[in-house]
């Protein structure tokens, strides 16, 4: 009886188990390791033999795609591949794949749920009544009607679109920062497209839903923060490296911003071995912090896990991906990739 004839590695995950990853893999021929890799020299180890890799939150380097000679496609469980190194992937005629529709709808939930949390002050009253205050002043904060605030979104893609218009309703003015949108798009759907110090002046709440890139690294630092208005909120759903920390702690250390709500932190603990609380922010009580969990729903999972295993299943098929990164690479000599002859997918 003949062996599998393709090896694919889960890079790292944090799902009970791989069961719907494994029958779509396996149908083709496939061996499916799943593995929880941290470091690149384990990465190295578990992957350099694999003809294509699924992943979550390790980091795939340039020196682990030079050390993978076999592998034809890297699968992204989510939209953003800054964990990859796309350039190197594509030198070396392997395809990215992410999955580009993923988590819009959870995501601006999240985010419109973390303001209206912080902008109501639902968790200080929490926090109150359990400690057996029961008044209105118990918050320890003047609150604000939100109708009628300004609303500040960095990042214009699908996710920041649909926080705009879960906003609407509420009455907030919008302002969008992105250099890429077009600007005459973004007035259409009723919101103002500004530069970065403007919005930054005049927003009430600001929401980050941009990618992380070298540009967007530690964005929001102490220039950043000391040009917001006081007392303004700021949410961050998207990665937590574009918020400097220590430029963080200061702001809310000083009464500057109003608080924070984050979904992910600078430290990145979910790329982390045995990470500990000790961030200072979270000695603060206006902040609330969810861990990188934004886009969770079952319905969104299934939607990722799905995604990702089908395109390394049709890229080791032959049949071209449908949700290819790097475009470019399909030009390359040295494509890894064999198209079945005939498909015209």
């Known amino acids: 009886m003949s062996g599998p004839r393709y090896k694919v590695v889960i890079t790292d995950y944090d799902y009970p188990d791989l069961s719907i990853e494994t029958p779509i893999l396996e149908e083709i021929g496939a061996q499916v390791v799943g593995a929880q890799c941290k470091t690149e020299e384990e990465l190295i180890e578990v992957a350099h033999d694999a003809h294509g890799i699924l992943v979550e939150y390790a980091k795939v380097s340039e020196k682990v795609i030079s050390n993978m000679k076999n592998c034809i496609i890297i699968a992204r469980y989510g939209v953003g591949v800054d964990i990859v190194d796309v350039k190197a992937a594509t030198e070396n005629g392997i395809i990215v794949t992410n999955v580009p529709e993923y988590c819009v709808s959870e995501v601006a939930d999240h985010a419109v749920a973390m303001f209206l949390t912080m902008a109501r002050r639902i968790r200080e009253y929490d926090s109150a009544v359990r400690e057996g205050r029961w008044h209105w002043e118990a918050c320890g904060y003047k609150i604000h009607r939100i109708a009628g ?35 005459g798009k973004i007035e259409n759907e009723g919101c103002k497209p500004v530069p970065f110090e403007e919005l930054l002046k005049n927003a009430d709440v600001i929401f980050i839903q941009a990618p992380l890139t070298e540009e967007t690294r530690g964005m929001f630092d102490r220039e950043t923060f000391s040009m917001m208005k006081d007392g303004a909120f700021i949410v961050n759903t998207a990665r937590g490296p574009i918020i400097k920390n220590d430029a963080l702690y200061e702001a809310l250390a000083s009464g500057k911003l109003g608080g924070a709500a984050l ?65 470019e690479v399909l030009k390359k000599p040295n494509l890894r990739f064999r198209q079945k002859k005939g498909d015209l997918q």
Do not use: C
């Open 263 to 327: 979904d992910d932190l600078e430290e990145e603990p979910a790329k982390q071995k045995n990470w500990k609380p000790t961030n200072p922010i979270f000695k603060f009580g206006n902040i609330v912090i969810t861990p990188h969990s934004a886009y969770y729903s079952e319905e969104s999972l299934i939607e990722a896990r799905t995604t990702a295993a089908t395109e390394v299943a049709r890229a080791l098929s032959g049949v071209l991906p449908q949700n290819i990164v790097n475009k």
């Open 149 to 183: 605030m300004t609303a500040g979104i960095i990042g214009y893609g699908k996710i920041g679109k649909a926080i705009a218009h879960r906003l609407k309703p509420f009455g907030l003015n919008i302002l969008v920062y992105d250099p890429y949108a077009e600007k």
